[in-house]
Every structure is written in C-alpha cells, then in structure tokens.
C-alpha cells in the first residue's frame, strides 16, 4: 500500500454519493468523530468507508508514523536539509520535559520564559515605564511570516481575553502606507515595540523597524527612547544591538523552532503583553493536550492523524486541488491566512527527504474567509462549479457577543453549508420544487438546470466549546500536527522553505538593479518594468 496505489482504491469513492453512506447514520456520526482538548471532530461527512479508511491506517503504518511523532518529540534531527531538530512542541511542556528533551539548553529556555514573564509583569502593573515616565497603552510588533501570522491569529482569536490594558498592532507588510496608517493612531510616548527576526537581517523587518525608529526620534526629545522601548525577539544579538535595542531587552529563538511553529516562544510576547501571562500559559496547556493526545493516542481516534490521512485521501486519491478554511466566527477570521502559511509554507514540495521527485501531489491550495462572508463570495463557486473543494467548518458552540440570536443564526448556517455541500440538489428535485411553486413546463425547462448543486463535497466539522486561549492552543497544535503527518507520509520535510528564500535573493537583486546596479541578468521583462519604475519616480 501506497498513495499512488490510492487512485485504484478510490474507484468506487468516485462514484457513490456521500449521502448514501448515512444508511445507518447513528453509527456512522459515532464511528466517524473524535474528540480531544476541547475539540470535538465530525468527519462523517467525508466520502470514505471504513475499509477505505483502515487502507489508511496501513499507509501511516508502512511511513512508520508512529516512529517519525516519536523521532520529532524527542529531538531528532527531522529537519535533514537544515540539519535540525523541530521542537516548538517542548516550549509548551513542563519543564521536566524540557530538561529530559533538551538537557543543558533547557535551562536557557526556562530563564527565557521567566524573563518573558517578567516583562509582561512590570509593563501591566506599570513598573517598567515609558521613556517619558507613563504607562504604555500600545504595543508594535513587527515581523512576517511566522513572526506574524501567529501573533495576528492569536490576538484576534482571543479580543475578548485582552486584560492588560495594552492595545497591540501588527505590522508586517513593507508598504509604506500600512506602517503610516498604523502610526497615525499611535502616540510615540506610551508605545512599545517588539521587533521579532530570527537572524535580524530580513529586509521587510528591517525596512519597517527603521521607518518606526525613525518616527519615534522625530516625535520624542529622549534621545534613549530606543532603549527604553524597544524589545527584539533574535538570535543575533549583535545586529540587534547596533540597531540601538539593548541587550537585556533581547530575547533568544532557537533553531529549533521554525518561525510558522513559533508563536510559543518568545516570539508570542507581543500576544502575552496583551493577554497577561495566565492566559498565554493557558494558550500553551491547551496546545500541550493536543501534543499529548498526538503522542498516546491509536491512530483510528487520533485528531490530527485523522484529519492528516483524510485530507490525504481528498488530495491523492480523489485528487481535489484545494482545502477551504470556513471558520464560522469572528475571533477566528485570520485563521485561514495562518494556515495558508503553516500548511503551504510546510509541504508545498514536490522533492522527498532524498531529493527524489515526488510522484503524487501535495500540499492543497489553502483559502478561506470567516462565516457567513464566504457565502455571499466563492462559495458559490463551491456548490456549482465542477470544482470539488474540501472544506473544514470551525465553530464554536457559545457565542463571545451578547447577541445570542445572531450566534444562533450563525451556527445554523455552518451547518447548513455542510449540510448543502454534501447533499446538493438533482435535476429531478428542482423540478419537483418549480412545479410546486406553479411554473409552466417552459419555464422549468429553462430554469431548472440553473438551480441544481452538484453535492458530494467533503468537509470535516470541527466543534469548539467556547473560544479560550487553551482551545485555541489545542486547535493550532491540531493543524500543526495534521501537517506533519502529511508530510511523513508524503515523504516529504515539512520544516524548511527553500521557495522563500529564492523570493528574498531576487528581491535584493532587483532592488540593487532599481538604484543603478547591474540589469542583464534579469530578463527583459523585469528590466522593462524596472525602468519604468525608475521613470515614474524621477517625474
């Protein structure tokens, strides 16, 4: 058993409908749903059998599955091209397992939790003032990537848990006129910034930390307003340093953690400063749950293997090209842009661990929006495209507003979609609903193959109590975990971003073009635009 032997398995899936596998659908909904962490999974309405479902239990068997989670969470070297550990699991475990996994360098993770801690604590309780001498009322933090996409995803996901006071912004696009529509509404006296770069010399970081240092001097007659509100998240401490921030406000990463895994290290301080140190601890118990129902539980209950090998049954077998992301809540709206980066960033990869050509595809195209917007949008494309699209609904089962009909209405249609997506609606059954409604033969005739829905989509439900920092910890840990079983059975390293860094190299080559330097190595498109560009701005 293998994934290219998944196109033969998947004949009769191909043919059969979703519906008709409801037959007994007390059973099915029983056999077909997990819950751990808080979550709770129904994945009853994707189209597979059991016996389909235990040929997938056999592939993670034959990928050695349950050797690769152990390799991971005891510290092998996983990550081969970059020769490195994947640890951003033990930076939400106890400190005993921390000790036993990292041995000497736990102690150094420890003192950096605690000096995080400490830092959260004297800028709430107002210890640590402003260059001026108030108390902050803001909070910068600047990086992309994965020093920002889980920031952005936290701190909306839990608005209703910002207890501290402080107000945080997030800026990671190096277009000027984002970095200024967030400045206009900030007062350079009570705010701090946090700069997070793991090497310190990403260009867009950097670009965006001096146009910020730049308007806090301009704006402020203390010549140490760096040093005193300045925090940098980095391993090079030396350029950090030059930049003006100091040392002891210079928190360490590891390269042990890869940036979209980062969120529970330090690079979360930005999130801690907003939700205070008991809720981000609770962000990180909930992710340690799920790291353990991962770990200790059989495949066929286990949350993140489920949704790993399901997703891999959409991809390979029944070759759908994409994943949609529908989180019916508001809190979650950011969701899908992290999980474009987790997931895609991670196993958008057609090369093994060997350096071999893969024969199967992989990572789908991740999109999505929050409920109900996705409806009235590319949902529509969903249900009567030819375009199959998989799709994981996320809702939460208590509404956070005081508008309890309005939460009501919107799980409804959560359900619904589901619901919808997998039923759709035949010729026959438009039909009989025109003729219901009084049309004249003529009319139906015209009108009916316009309203039929080809049904037979996928889709997980994924149920959350109430959103808490500990059930957004477990939802997060789910997908990190899901990705990495994608990518042990599809042969693949998760954790390096080779098409990334190609990006940066030509971007420093073109901009070195666009100020005088060299242009032949560039084809004749981008030196056309390149002169247009420097045309334009010398007008």
């Excluded at 107000?167 to 946090?194: Q, R, S, Y």
């Excluded at 910020?212 to 007659?221: E, G, Q, R, T």
Aim: glycine fraction near 6%; charged fraction near 20%; aromatic fraction near 8%.
């Amino acid at each position: 058993m293998d994934i290219s032997s998944l196109l033969q398995l998947s004949k009769a899936a191909k043919s059969r409908s979703i519906v008709s596998l409801f037959a007994d659908s007390e059973s099915r909904v029983e056999n077909y749903s997990t819950a751990s962490a808080g979550l709770y999974l129904d994945f009853s309405k994707q189209n597979i059998t059991s016996s389909e479902l235990n040929q997938l239990f056999e592939l993670a068997e034959k990928s050695n599955l349950a050797e690769k989670i152990k390799a991971q969470f005891s510290g092998e070297v996983i990550n081969n091209t970059e020769k490195r550990a994947v640890l951003h699991s033990v930076l939400r475990a106890p400190d005993v397992i921390k000790q036993k996994i990292l041995a000497a360098s736990a102690d150094e993770v420890i003192a950096t939790e605690q000096h995080m801690a400490e830092i959260v604590d004297d800028i709430s309780t107002g210890k640590l003032l402003s260059a001026s001498g108030e108390k902050f009322t803001d909070v910068i933090a600047i990086g992309i990537g994965g020093s920002y996409y889980g920031i952005k995803v936290s701190l909306s996901a839990l608005n209703t848990f910002h207890t501290t006071g402080l107000n945080a912004h997030v800026i990671a696009n190096v277009d000027g006129a984002a970095v200024e529509e967030k400045l206009a509404k900030l007062n350079v006296a009570t705010t701090l910034v946090v700069v997070i770069s793991k090497t310190f010399t990403t260009q867009e970081t950097l670009l965006n930390a001096l146009a910020v240092k730049n308007w806090m001097l301009k704006h402020s007659a203390d010549a140490d307003i760096i040093e005193k509100q300045w925090f940098a998240v980095s391993t090079n401490i030396s350029k950090a340093t030059e930049f003006g921030v100091l040392a002891k406000n210079i928190l360490p990463m590891w390269d042990w953690v890869g940036g979209r895994f980062s969120l529970w290290s330090a690079v979360g301080l930005p999130l801690a400063l907003v939700i205070g140190n008991e809720n981000f601890n609770k962000l990180k118990q909930g992710a340690y749950q799920m790291d353990q129902h991962f770990q200790n539980t059989p495949f066929e209950q286990n949350m993140p293997v489920l949704m790993a090998l399901l997703g891999i049954w959409n991809r390979n077998a029944l070759q759908y090209s994409s994943l949609a992301i529908l989180p019916y809540d508001h809190s979650l709206r950011a969701l899908p842009g992290y999980l474009q980066q987790t997931d895609m960033e991670s196993n958008g990869k057609s090369v093994s661990n060997a350096g071999e050509k893969l024969a199967w595809q992989t990572a789908p195209t991740v999109f999505g929006q929050e409920g109900t917007n996705g409806q009235h949008a590319f949902m529509q494309l969903m249900h009567q495209s030819d375009e199959i699209i998989p799709t994981d609904f996320i809702v939460c089962l208590k509404g956070a507003s005081k508008l309890p009909e309005h939460h009501q209405v919107l799980v409804a249609n959560c359900f619904a979609q589901s619901e919808a997506l997998m039923r759709g609606k035949t010729l026959a059954e438009v039909e009989d609903e025109l003729t219901v409604a009084g049309l004249t033969a003529e009319d139906i005739a015209m009108l009916a193959p316009h309203k039929t829905m080809k049904g037979n989509t996928p889709s997980n439900t994924l149920l959350l109590d109430k959103m808490t920092p500990e059930n957004l910890g477990a939802l997060l840990a789910l997908y990190e975990h899901k990705i990495f079983v994608q990518g042990v059975i599809w042969q693949l390293n998760s954790f390096d971003q080779w098409g990334v860094e190609l990006g940066k190299q030509l971007g420093n080559s073109i901009l070195a073009a666009m100020k005088g330097g060299e242009t032949t190595m560039l084809s004749a498109s981008s030196q056309n635009l390149i002169k247009r560009f420097n045309t334009s701005t010398h007008k």
